[in-house]
């Protein structure tokens, strides 16, 4: 769709190396508060970025606007700043083409927003009088490559959000799914689980801080999962001695249920076939078994590395190097009735909230959990629970794990594409104090 667009900046670019990226995003946004829909929006943007390299010194230029114009100007721009550039000793040229494995999955047709608001209207029914707010949220990508070596690839991805929170006076209850399409999520189903945390989470008691056995519902797994992916899979932060990693790969690093991928080609996952240099993604076995075994790479550290890119560039040049995109944490056997059942005392988590990196290298995260946090005795769930504060290693946590669950879900926390988990069962989490 966007081909001759792009072609005619390298016809003008001649003989500089150059790769010409665009993304276009068209975001439909339907927001409701005290169970009344306040905001329905729609965005339709493109951005579109070119990189020259003239003698190894690279000039970038982004503009939304595809006129024939604009482009000559922002090649013009781009060419100027590459001359004023200090050369960059590693670069290592723009990468060719390679096959890619077509993973086109049906992209969402343009959604009336009656539609949209009736299926608000569905899910703040069935909480039957509680107060609902949230926002169900629409989005179509498209992005397309090319550059001077001959890499021209374009493809599409749609998802398709709610997030929610039901109140029942002080007390909440939150519920997120993410879906390829809008008829994939249940609506009702969803209203009744938060509504049912929020009904279930009146007069909460208050725990001491302390290390206590937590069962972690999928979207606070995700949490754990997702922060992790941005300290030390990618290839730079190995390089530069910030990862996680540095002197464990090949060396057990959490328990042995765990089994994190970088996992594109999963049928639940929402990624595009290519990473953002046009480059095929691959599917990363990053952590077998608890033992720590690869790291992603883009074009250029693959380079320096003598490796193989693994589809991990972000939009190029960049500061932070390849990252994992489509974190995947393999499902185990268990259900969630399975982990409750079997703990004798412990904390049932529904998310996490406020979260923040405090030391990546050590893999330490706080904050706190909110909307559904109870306690378990004698393997069923009894009282509700103050919202309490953590400061906890992740690979500690997944060190104590006890069990994984075996059905996947797309967590609301993720950073560049969604990360897939189930629920989890570990033995090991410290909390701090409890929130006011």
């Given at each position: 769709?966007?081909?001759?667009?792009?072609?005619h900046?390298?016809?003008?670019?001649?003989?500089?190396?150059?790769?010409?990226?665009?993304?276009?995003?068209?975001?439909t946004?339907?927001?409701f508060?005290?169970?009344?829909?306040?905001?329905?929006?729609?965005?339709?943007?493109?951005?579109?970025?070119i990189?020259?390299?003239?003698?190894?010194?690279?000039?970038?230029?982004?503009?939304?606007?595809l006129?024939?114009?604009a482009?000559?100007?922002?090649?013009?721009r781009?060419?100027?700043?590459?001359?004023?550039?200090?050369p960059?000793?590693?670069y290592?040229?723009?990468?060719?083409?390679?096959p890619?494995?077509?993973?086109?999955?049906?992209?969402?047709?343009?959604?009336?927003?009656?539609?949209l608001?009736q299926k608000?209207?569905?899910?703040?029914?069935?909480?039957?009088g509680?107060?609902?707010?949230g926002?169900?949220?629409?989005?179509?990508?498209?992005?397309?490559?090319?550059?001077?070596?001959?890499?021209?690839?374009?493809?599409?991805?749609?998802?398709?959000?709610?997030?929610?929170?039901?109140?029942?006076?002080?007390?909440?209850g939150?519920?997120?799914?993410?879906?390829?399409d809008?008829?994939?999520?249940?609506?009702?189903?969803?209203?009744k689980?938060a509504?049912?945390?929020?009904?279930?989470?009146q007069?909460?008691?208050?725990l001491s801080?302390?290390?206590?056995?937590?069962?972690?519902?999928?979207?606070?797994?995700?949490?754990l999962?997702?922060?992790?992916?941005?300290?030390?899979?990618?290839?730079?932060?190995?390089?530069?001695?910030?990862?996680?990693?540095?002197?464990?790969?090949?060396?057990?690093?959490?328990?042995?249920?765990?089994?994190?991928?970088?996992?594109?080609?999963?049928?639940?996952?929402?990624?595009?076939?290519?990473?953002?240099?046009?480059l095929?993604?691959?599917?990363?076995?990053?952590?077998?078994?608890?033992?720590?075994?690869?790291?992603v790479?883009d074009?250029?550290?693959?380079?320096?590395?003598?490796k193989?890119?693994?589809?991990?560039?972000?939009?190029?040049?960049?500061?932070?190097?390849?990252?994992?995109?489509?974190?995947?944490?393999?499902?185990?056997?268990?259900?969630?009735?399975?982990?409750?059942?079997?703990?004798?005392?412990?904390?049932l988590?529904?998310?996490?909230?406020?979260?923040?990196?405090?030391?990546?290298?050590?893999?330490?995260?706080t904050?706190?959990?909110?909307d559904?946090?109870?306690?378990i005795?004698?393997?069923?769930?009894?009282?509700?629970?103050?919202?309490?504060?953590?400061?906890?290693?992740?690979?500690?946590?997944?060190?104590?794990?006890?069990?994984?669950?075996?059905?996947?879900?797309?967590a609301?926390?993720?950073?560049?594409?969604?990360?897939?988990?189930?629920?989890?069962?570990?033995?090991?989490?410290?909390?701090?104090?409890?929130?006011?």
């Open positions: 769709m966007y081909g001759e667009i792009l072609m900046v390298l016809e003008k670019a001649r003989r500089i190396g150059t790769e010409v990226l665009l993304v276009h995003t068209n975001r946004l339907t927001r508060a005290n169970s009344y829909i306040h905001q329905n929006v729609s965005v339709d943007d493109i951005d579109l970025s990189r020259v390299i003239v003698d190894n010194r690279t000039g970038k230029v982004s503009i939304n606007q006129s024939t114009d482009l000559d100007e922002a090649l013009e781009a060419i100027s700043i590459a001359k004023l550039t200090p960059d000793p590693d290592y040229g723009l990468p060719r083409p390679l890619i494995r077509s993973k086109k999955d049906t992209v969402q047709k343009e959604t009336d927003p009656e539609k608001a608000v209207i569905d899910f703040i029914e069935a909480t039957d509680l107060n609902a707010s926002a169900l949220e629409l989005t179509d990508t498209t992005v397309a490559i090319v550059n001077s070596n001959g890499i021209s690839v374009e493809d599409s991805v749609s998802m398709c959000s709610l997030e929610a929170v039901v109140q029942d006076g002080d007390s909440s939150y519920v997120y799914d993410m879906e390829k809008l008829d994939s999520i249940d609506f009702i189903s969803l209203a689980i509504s049912n945390k929020a009904r279930n989470g007069n909460p008691v208050e801080p302390g290390y206590y056995t937590v069962i972690l519902e999928p979207q606070a797994a995700g949490t999962v997702s922060f992790l992916g941005l300290m030390g899979f990618g290839a730079k932060q190995f390089e530069e001695g910030r990862s996680f990693l540095v002197g464990k790969l090949s060396e057990k690093i959490a328990s042995e249920l765990i089994n994190i991928w970088d996992y594109p080609s999963h049928s639940k996952t929402i990624s595009l076939p290519f990473d953002f240099e046009g095929p993604r691959q599917d990363v076995i990053l952590i077998e078994g608890g033992i720590a075994r690869n790291l790479y074009f250029k550290y693959a380079k320096k590395e003598g193989t890119s693994t589809g991990n560039a972000l939009p190029q040049p960049s500061t932070d190097g390849p990252l994992p995109f489509n974190l995947t944490l393999l499902p185990g056997d268990n259900t969630l009735e399975d982990m409750i059942a079997s703990t004798k005392k412990g904390i988590v529904t998310r996490f909230h406020y979260t923040n990196m405090v030391d990546p290298v050590k893999t330490i995260i904050g706190m959990t909110r559904g946090t109870f306690l005795e004698d393997g069923e769930i009894t009282r509700p629970v103050k919202n309490m504060r953590f400061t906890q290693s992740i690979l500690e946590a997944l060190n104590s794990t006890e069990a994984v669950g075996k059905d996947l879900h797309i609301g926390e993720y950073f560049i594409y969604p990360t897939l988990v189930p629920a989890l069962k570990l033995g090991n989490f410290h909390f701090t104090g409890v929130t006011r």
